[in-house]
């Protein structure tokens, strides 16, 4: 059983910049791919970011891709999100997830459904 939980979010005006953190636990966390998920009001959750267990291989929704960067520290079992350049249109619960990883060439899944684990998400408000 894996333990998740996200940190990070905050009100951040449009242009700026955060930088979330989650926290593994109780598993083996350097044999998991990570993603990020984020669920705005009145909206479905959808796929941010996905980083597969050796940190090599990683996916990014077409909406973040060049704004965001996500990274894995196996020695300290977290993972980050780098957001850069945010709109308000990022607004968002955040949500932490994790798989069990496959071959090391393998991509992450941008499925929800394939995920195992899910912290209890971090608010992320971009708003001037």
């Known amino acids: 059983q894996v333990q998740l939980v996200e940190s990070g979010g905050g009100l951040v005006l449009p242009g700026g910049s955060l930088r979330l953190s989650c926290a593994a636990s109780?598993?083996?966390?350097?044999?998991?791919?990570m993603g990020w998920f984020r669920q705005a009001i009145g909206k479905e959750r959808e796929f941010v970011a996905g980083?597969?267990?050796?940190?090599?291989?990683?996916r990014y929704a077409e909406s973040v891709k060049g704004r965001f960067t996500i990274a894995r520290d196996n020695a300290k079992n977290t993972v980050h999100l780098r957001m850069n350049s945010l709109k308000p249109e990022d607004t968002a619960v955040y949500y932490c997830?994790?798989?069990?990883?496959?071959?090391?060439?393998?991509?992450?899944?941008?499925?929800?459904?394939?995920?195992?684990?899910w912290g209890q998400g971090t608010q992320v408000t971009v708003s001037s």
């Open positions: 997830a994790a798989e069990g990883g496959g071959s090391r060439w393998q991509l992450p899944s941008d499925r929800s459904g394939n995920y195992d684990y």
């Open positions: 109780g598993g083996t966390f350097g044999s998991y791919d």
């Open positions: 980083i597969n267990w050796t940190g090599g291989r990683t």
